[in-house]
Antibody, heavy 121, light 110 residues
């Protein structure tokens, strides 16, 4: 049974970089045919797609509104992928989810439980 | 990219059917059959209910169905049950090779 688990600091200071890791268990992150991505949800608000990376570790796609501040990468040796969001503000306070999507479909079949990141001033 | 448009709320009585709409443009909903729907209960992660417009993942009740016409996708829930009360989000692939979500719809079972 594939499982995804987010981890990282729950509190980040404004202007600093938010760093989260998603650890994949029960399967290999290198298995072909998948995208690994991040989605966030500010408290009381809707879902926002942040970006994703192909299992080849080379193809990345980002939300245009966040593109200048976002980096998603894969570490196959640890079976993890990560999110870095720079120059954070209070508007970046949200629950951050990692998820897997089957390539060439909209089938986002596995999600982490989510982790709340609060940006403090 | 702009969020897809969903009604803020819908409601229905147990046993009834409801439909939630999701309106985009020809650059997202209308241009691709990559529309999905998620159910989210309070404090929980979203759960996939429909993918690729009308496909149900294994384990999802056949009371949930999806369709699309032009730039608008729809999620229909038949035989409403109390456990269906939740927030629902649509999502679509876009011509920029990105993904966009709808603003979400709160379903109340009366």
């Amino acid at each position: 049974q594939l499982q995804l688990q987010e981890s990282g600091p729950g509190l980040v200071k404004a202007s600093e970089t938010l760093s989260l890791t998603c650890t994949v268990s029960g399967g290999s992150i290198s298995t072909s045919g998948y995208y690994w991505g991040w989605i966030r949800q500010p408290p009381g608000k809707g879902l926002e797609w942040i970006g994703n990376i192909h299992n080849n570790g080379r193809s990345t796609y980002y939300n245009p509104s966040l593109k200048s501040r976002v980096t998603i990468s894969v570490d196959t040796s640890k079976n993890q992928f990560s999110l870095k969001l720079s120059s954070v503000t209070a508007a970046d306070t949200a629950v951050y989810y990692c998820a897997r999507r089957i390539e060439s479909t909209s089938h986002r079949d596995h999600w982490g439980q989510g982790t709340l990141v609060t940006v403090s001033s | 990219q702009s969020a897809l448009t969903q009604p803020a709320s819908v409601s229905g009585s147990p046993g009834q059917s409801i439909t939630i709409s999701c309106t985009g443009t020809s650059s997202d909903v209308g241009g691709y059959n990559y529309v999905s729907w998620y159910q989210q209960h309070p404090g929980k992660a979203p759960e996939l209910m429909i993918y690729d417009v009308s496909n149900r993942p294994s384990g999802v009740s056949n009371r949930f169905s999806g369709s699309k016409s032009g730039n608008t996708a729809s999620l229909t829930i038949s035989g409403l049950q109390a456990e269906d009360e939740a927030d629902y989000y649509c999502s679509s692939y876009t011509s920029s090779s990105t993904w966009v979500f709808g603003g979400g719809t709160k379903l109340t079972v009366l």
